[in-house]
């Protein structure tokens, strides 16, 4: 079982959706969880930063993350063509070892 | 959020040449900086983790004589591609993470290596 998995998509959606991106895991001792946008040729912008179990908004974007099931979701509201970008999951153990998810294509057509 | 800063962005070199490239933090001081490749349409592939004063920790199979990592100060990692031949062009991306224990965790622009 990898330790992180994270559907690869591509995921298209019409403009307005509400987005779903999921990942889960396996290794209980992790702590924090980001979201990460990366459009193509450039870096990783980090967009959501959540520790331990809880829900996160910042404007159109709610981070959950449930310990209990291993899941971690991010919520996109009203996407926009410009969300369309990878995006990758990422948690770590106290800021030690990182796990990245593969990541998922998502394109928001207008 | 901080923000980490690669240089270059793109570079184009000769096959047998050598490669620099910096990735600063210029608002905090990373005592660990992450050192990444990745391919067109494939995720992050972790090459080496480089601390501030040490030597750098090398994933399987990345040849460290090939990749010299160098941490020489808090703000300031540089990735050099020793001998460069066409299959390591890549793109190349640092991320760094602060002194303090909160897990977050900031990347660079990438750098995007074509070795003719």
């Known amino acids: 079982q990898k330790e992180v998995e994270q559907d690869p998509g591509p995921l298209s959606v019409p403009e307005g959706a509400i987005v779903s991106l999921n990942c889960t895991y396996s290794?209980?001792?992790?702590?924090?969880f980001m979201w990460y946008r990366q459009y193509s040729r450039k870096g990783p912008e980090l967009l959501m930063y959540?520790?331990?179990?809880g829900n996160k908004e910042d404007g159109r974007f709610t981070a959950q993350v449930d310990k209990s099931s291993k899941y971690i979701s991010l919520f996109i509201r009203d996407s926009q063509p410009s969300d369309s970008a990878t995006y990758l999951c990422a948690m770590s153990n106290y800021g030690q070892n990182f796990v990245f998810g593969p990541g998922t294509r998502l394109s928001v057509l207008p | 959020g901080a923000v980490v800063s690669q240089h270059p962005s793109w570079v184009i070199c000769k096959s047998g040449t050598s490669v620099k490239i910096e990735c600063r933090s210029l608002d905090f001081q990373a005592t660990t900086m992450f050192w990444y490749r990745q391919f067109p349409k494939q995720s992050l592939m972790l090459m080496a983790t480089?601390?501030?004063?040490?030597?750098?920790?090398?994933e399987q199979g990345v040849e460290k004589d090939k990749f010299l990592i160098n941490h020489a100060s808090l703000t300031l990692s540089t990735l050099t591609v020793t001998s460069a031949h066409p299959e390591d062009s890549s793109f190349y991306i640092c991320s760094a993470r602060d002194g303090t224990n909160t897990g977050e965790l900031f990347f660079g622009e990438g750098s995007r290596l074509t070795v003719l």
């Open positions: 480089s601390n501030e004063g040490s030597k750098a920790t090398y």
């Open positions: 959540t520790y331990s179990s």
């Open positions: 290794n209980s001792a992790f702590q924090y």
